[in-house]
């Protein structure tokens, strides 16, 4: 079993930063391939970022983040990161991570297993 935590989240001004964290308990974090998803009200859940397992080395992004958004992750503080910049109206949402027991991340929500609460990013105009 693994327990996700996200934190990080908040009200930013359009154009404004944050960095989301979400950190995991349980099994070893290494060995787990890492997403984050965002859902928005009255929207359905969407992929936004995925990092591979172990050293992270590949990585994914939906088009519409891709050159704000940056996924990484810290093994040794079991934690994996988002670091949006130049934050959008449209980018507020509810931010969830996800972890799946594999080698790559995939962009599906039913490619993981364990999802955390998520954390309310709201940016505005």
């Known amino acids: 079993q693994v327990q996700l935590v996200e934190s990080g989240g908040g009200l930013v001004q359009a154009g404004g930063s944050l960095r989301l964290s979400c950190t995991a308990s349980?099994?070893?974090?290494?060995?787990?391939?890492m997403g984050w998803f965002r859902q928005a009200p009255g929207k359905e859940r969407e992929f936004v970022a995925a990092i591979s397992s172990g050293a992270g080395t590949n990585t994914y992004y939906a088009d519409s983040v891709k050159g704000r958004f940056t996924i990484s992750r810290d093994n040794a503080k079991n934690t994996v990161y988002l670091q949006m910049n130049s934050l959008k109206p449209e980018d507020t949402a509810v931010y969830y991570c996800a972890a799946d027991h594999a080698r790559w991340g995939s962009i599906r929500i039913d490619g993981y297993d364990y999802w955390g609460q998520g954390t309310q990013v709201t940016v505005s105009s």
């Open positions: 349980g099994r070893i974090f290494s060995s787990y391939a």
